[in-house]
T-cell receptor, first 115, second 112 residues
């Protein structure tokens, strides 16, 4: 398996633009997580899905952020409109089962810069 | 929500044993403790997981006291390639109030 795949790897955009980050989890994994990493706040869990259903989105910073998982092999994290403070590395991770405390496999991340 | 605290950084010489402690005073009954390693420009990578007592695998040991309010990751005989940031993750996803909380991370620098 190729592991968790994220695209794009780097994204530079201007304030106010819509940004869409993409993730393909490892096949067969039931849980999918979106994290944000910044120097100031470290690694933060934004939202996670179980069997394509969003379970907990309490980590999503505000309404500008939304995430979807239309099928077991694809998820998106959208920011609209984007702001400079959204600049961070966004990671997607997936795990097999058992309440999500199984090993999480992280993707390489998307480095987002909002100018 | 279990808040975690780790030392910001640690230094070690190659070949030494390194112990990194994570405090999680508010750990819940169902919470597991997991440690991850992160290299620059990469996502975190699983090292070890435990619930209580001691767990050992081919790369590390995890010590968890009976009260589970802390945990210690032990890396035997570190090498230069172990230079990375180490995170402890506490949490569980069962129930409606489930959360996962990463620690602030400990930056380990290994030198010759």
């Amino acid at each position: 398996d190729a592991g968790v795949i994220q695209s794009p790897r780097h994204e530079v955009t201007e304030m106010g633009q819509e940004v869409t980050l993409r993730c393909k989890p490892i096949s067969g994994h039931d849980y999918l997580f979106w994290y944000r990493q910044t120097m100031m706040r470290g690694l933060e869990l934004l939202i996670y899905f179980n069997n394509n259903v969003p379970i907990d989105d309490s980590g999503m910073p505000e309404d500008r952020f939304s995430a979807k998982m239309p099928n077991a092999s694809f998820s998106t994290l959208k920011i609209q409109p984007s702001e400079p403070r959204d600049s961070a590395v966004y990671f997607c991770a997936s795990s097999l089962d058992r309440r999500g405390t199984d090993t999480q496999y992280f993707g390489p991340g998307t480095r987002l810069t909002v100018l | 929500l279990a808040k975690t605290t780790q030392p910001i950084s640690m230094d070690s010489y190659e070949g030494q044993e390194v112990n990194i402690t994570c405090s999680h005073n508010n750990i819940a009954t169902n919470d597991y403790i997991t440690w991850y390693q992160q290299f620059p420009s990469q996502g975190p990578r699983f090292i070890i997981q435990g619930y209580k007592t001691k767990v050992t695998n081919e790369v590390a040991s995890l010590f968890i006291p009976a009260d589970r309010k802390s945990s210690t990751l032990s890396l035997p005989r570190v090498s230069l390639s172990d230079t990375a940031v180490y995170y402890c993750l506490v949490g569980d996803l069962t129930g409606t109030a489930s959360k996962l909380t990463f620690g602030t991370g400990t930056r380990l620098q290994v030198t010759l």
